[in-house]
């Protein structure tokens, strides 16, 4: 008697248990599937992913080089028989061409993301269509470069293209200055640091008071926040841009919780002219920004090193994708050593910030974590 | 009203409080917070009347209030912007429920040790864990003690060095501070004077050693093995619901949830049998009696 009723139980804990699926209905990342040999991707498997608001990322090679997309459910708009295989052809690390199989358009637009066998020193690249630019490409990957790009279809073929350093105006000049003129000039320009650090600067090991370690020569200069002068008469402008493509390359290591929040083609913020006031710091204009464009961010002030420390922005935080993951920023191509409320922008600068899984490896910016 | 749930045998008791509070612990729903919230206050209620209902007050309370107010200042994950704070961070409408949230968890976590210690008294710990961790169990016991022991004392003390003229609130500020010292000092040299007296009394007893016996008033009656098993059920069951997301909840980045259906209704009503038990109990022994007593 006993033992039947336990039996009982227990079974009807079995099945009460199957009936709940774990899930609370927002997007999930599937198993990552093989591309077939002939690229066709069924509508049926399409519209799976569709149905479950599903994250899935299909593989496959060309030669030797490796590809994936990465389709978001939400994104899927029409579905049909689609054929993803791809023909990669890279020109002596100069130029990568994309051929893709299909003809016409996906019905989607989808995240494609190329291994390249070694690494492009590029800053980031720009994808042409019969030399008329058509997408931006986005660059990551620690060992060996990462092409991120989103497409739907309509362009298939596509030659990328490594950018050349996005380059301020103001830093142009005052770099090209710099070689014509005695370098006494560069140590009296406040902006620029030379290979002499002027007395302000107390370095104690090499570092200063707030542990930076001393800013290469011809970058600028940190300016502590509690000097810093905004001129509300003078506008200026600059480019802003936040994006993660990192994640997009490693979703399993992201926390479940957030992948809502990843955007398809990993770009927050694309890239805008925004203007600032002068004697601004990349912190008051990622703050700005955020709040206009009703971006979630999150901010600590950090004393020892006299900066504002980005926690997470849009939600997606420090830690969340991989313990060495966090936001980090570049402006004209270089991570600075520095916080961000301690980068005074000059007119024309180009700001970008971006998502890490590996300390800033993954995003050319490895160094600017210092040892 | 009499609380009934004591008398049973104390490891019916034990295990009791300790699947409630875990479950508390654990479940974050909204739904079985309010049920072990509920739970444990009426039972308070029932077992003391006044005094829990000030406990909550005083403390429960405030608790959720601090909390409601102390997480949004330090939390600001969330979809949900309702405005910007001085420091620049947008105030989430998510980190204002999650701070009500987990107020209310420790809030429910308090009442149930206010019920806790009704309870479970201090013999029936030793009984239960005089045997597997002797030494443990009697310095929890007097640990447990020492506060309200401490506290009659102090007041003895007190009232004492009153007598005599060294009242604490009399005399200038150096003569008062001087004078709570010295009922401090008293107080501590009586607190371990009386932890080594309790020690040495309970060593003298052959406490801790083999083959001790101690007198013990409880039975395992057939109540107690039908509460045990019930209890044991429960936490199975329950254990299970969690494990399949039945209790899902989540505060960031922003609120999702089990949708409520037949299967997830049932998982938070067994939460809520297991919760409300003592209350049941004590209901279905009071009607027992009034109706024995009607008969008389």
């Known amino acids: 008697m006993k033992k039947t009723l336990s039996i009982l139980l227990i079974l009807s804990i079995a099945v009460l248990a199957c009936s709940c699926d774990g899930s609370f209905g927002g997007a999930s990342l599937q198993e990552a599937i093989e591309i077939p040999a002939d690229g066709i991707i069924e509508a049926r498997i399409l519209s799976q992913i569709r149905n479950e608001n599903a994250i899935a990322v299909f593989m496959g090679t060309s030669e030797e080089i490796s590809y994936e997309w990465t389709i978001f459910g939400s994104d899927i708009q029409e579905v049909k028989d689609v054929n993803l295989s791809v023909d990669i052809r890279e020109r002596k690390g100069q130029e990568v061409i994309v051929q893709l199989s299909q003809e016409e358009a996906f019905g989607f637009s989808a995240l494609l993301s190329v291994y390249l066998a070694d690494k492009w020193e590029y800053q980031g690249a720009t994808g042409y269509e019969a030399d008329k630019p058509v997408l931006s490409v986005s660059l990551t990957g620690s060992k060996n470069s990462i092409l991120n790009m989103s497409l739907d279809g309509t362009v298939s073929t596509i030659a990328i293209r490594g950018d050349e350093l996005p380059q301020a105006s103001s830093v142009v000049e005052t770099e090209s200055g710099r070689e014509e003129t005695p370098p006494s000039d560069i140590e009296n320009d406040p902006y620029l640091s030379a290979a002499q650090e002027g007395d302000e600067h107390l370095y104690t090991n090499g570092k200063d008071k707030y542990l930076t370690d001393p800013v290469p020569e011809g970058k600028p200069k940190p300016v502590e926040p509690e000097h810093q002068e905004v001129n509300a008469q003078t506008s200026l402008s600059c480019t802003f841009s936040i994006e993660c493509a990192t994640i997009l390359n490693q979703l399993d290591q992201l926390d479940s919780d957030k992948l809502d929040l990843v955007p398809s083609d990993g770009v927050i913020f694309p890239e805008t002219t925004v203007t600032f006031y002068e004697g601004e710091s990349v912190f008051d204009v990622l703050q700005r920004v955020c709040r206009e464009n009703k971006i979630h961010m999150e901010a600590s002030w950090t004393p020892i090193y006299n900066s504002a420390y980005v926690e997470g922005i849009s939600n997606l935080y420090e830690f969340d994708c991989g313990s060495l993951s966090g936001w980090m920023y570049r402006v004209n191509g270089w991570y600075p050593n520095y916080g961000c409320s301690r980068y005074q922008l000059r007119d024309g600068d180009v700001v970008q910030w971006r998502y890490t899984c590996d300390l800033g490896k993954d995003i050319d910016g490895g160094y600017a974590i210092g040892g | 009203m009499k609380d009934r749930f004591t008398h049973y045998h104390p490891l019916v008791n034990f295990f009791y409080f300790s699947l409630v509070i875990g479950f508390t612990m654990v479940l974050n729903h909204p739904l079985s917070q309010g049920i072990s919230l509920l739970c444990a206050s009426i039972y308070g209620i029932q077992a003391e009347g006044k005094k829990a209902v000030l406990f909550c007050l005083k403390w429960c309370l405030p608790m ?111 003569q008062r501070v001087g004078s709570a010292i010295t009922v401090l000092s008293i107080m501590i040299t009586w607190s371990l004077e009386n932890a080594i007296d309790t020690a040495d009394s309970m060593k003298s007893r052959g406490y801790g050693l083999k083959g001790r016996s101690a007198f013990s008033i409880y039975r395992f009656e057939d109540r107690d093995e039908i509460a045990l098993a019930f209890l044991g059920f429960c936490g199975l069951f329950l254990s299970v619901g969690i494990v399949a997301s039945a209790f899902g909840f989540r505060y960031f980045p922003d609120i999702r949830y089990m949708e409520l259906n037949a299967v997830t209704l049932f998982f938070q009503f067994v939460y809520l049998i297991l919760c409300a038990l003592p209350i049941v109990l004590n209901a279905v022994e009071e009607k027992k009696w009034n109706y024995i007593h009607s008969k008389m």
């Open chain 2, 64 to 174: 959720v209030l601090l909390t409601a107010f102390i997480n949004p200042a330090f939390n600001h994950e969330g979809l949900t912007i309702l405005l910007y704070l001085p420091t620049g961070n947008p105030l989430t409408l998510e980190s204002i429920l999650y701070g009500i949230s987990s107020g209310a968890m420790i809030a429910t976590v308090m009442l149930w040790f206010l019920n806790f210690q009704r309870v479970i008294t201090s013999d029936k710990f030793i009984y239960l864990f005089g045997r597997i961790i002797p030494s443990l169990s009697l310095v929890l016991s007097m640990t447990l003690r020492f506060i309200p022991k401490f506290r009659q004392q102090m007041e003895l003390v007190v009232e004492a060095r009153r007598s005599i003229g060294r009242d604490i609130s009399e005399g200038s500020l150096l």
